[in-house]
């Protein structure tokens, strides 16, 4: 187990935040829950940069004990609340650097039946967003987060499942009103997955979901 956490933690700290994110994609997240085995490919992430960062919950170096899952070590867990719905980043960097990873969408490889009883819907719009996967995963509370991947229940490969044709760049999403923040291209999707959040039905690629 402890070389495992070490191989987390350099994956998630020897390259830079922007790099790792665009890293992720085609990478399988997998958690063992009460219900069975479920598992996905990333298809989608966004970039936060920490302190300097206006759309990052780390801004201005705020530190609280709700986002302090941000500022442990790479590969921890960190799971907020957004209105009534939840969230989950990945800490990226070494501890006391508060960077993150958004996890926006997945494509379910295990479990997708259960997945969509979790959600109560079906197809793509069963985990085609950050709340609508983590829903889907069967993920009700804040529990875990603090908690290192690849320690427990939540699994995360470190090596690539599949391999993007194309990830294209765009801004984040709901980051409104944050200067520069706002529009920088710092939210990565492989082109064409139907699992990305907000895709319209004719930018999909339905033959090979957009990868090799």
């Known amino acids: 187990m402890g070389d495992k956490i070490e191989e987390t933690n350099k994956f998630f700290e020897s390259n830079s935040t922007i790099d790792t994110a665009k890293e ?28 300097d960062d206006q759309a990052a919950h780390s801004f201005g ?23 009534s719905w939840l969230d989950m980043d990945i800490s990226i960097q070494k501890k006391g650097l508060p960077n993150g990873v958004l996890i926006r969408g997945v494509q379910p490889i295990d479990g997708t039946e259960i997945m969509e009883e979790n959600r109560k819907k079906t197809g793509f719009d069963a985990t085609n967003g950050p709340a609508k996967w983590i829903r889907a995963f069967g993920i009700y509370d804040k529990a875990l987060s603090g908690t290192m991947l690849n320690a427990g ?22 980051v409104p009103n944050k200067g520069d923040w706002t529009d920088k291209k710092m939210r990565f999707i492989v082109e064409g997955n139907p699992y990305v959040s907000k895709m319209y039905k004719k930018d999909m690629n339905l033959d090979d979901y957009g990868w090799l």
């Open 153 to 174: 229940d939540f699994e995360f490969d470190l090596k690539k499942s599949r391999t993007p044709k194309n990830i294209l760049e765009t801004p984040r999403i709901g």
């Open 61 to 83: 170096g705020r530190h609280t004990d709700a986002n302090d899952a941000l500022y442990q070590q790479g590969g921890t867990i960190y799971i907020y609340s957004i209105h």
């Open 24 to 51: 992720m994609l085609g990478h399988v997240l997998t958690y063992n829950s009460d219900l069975g085995k479920l598992s996905g490919v990333i298809v989608e992430t966004e970039a936060y940069l920490g302190p």
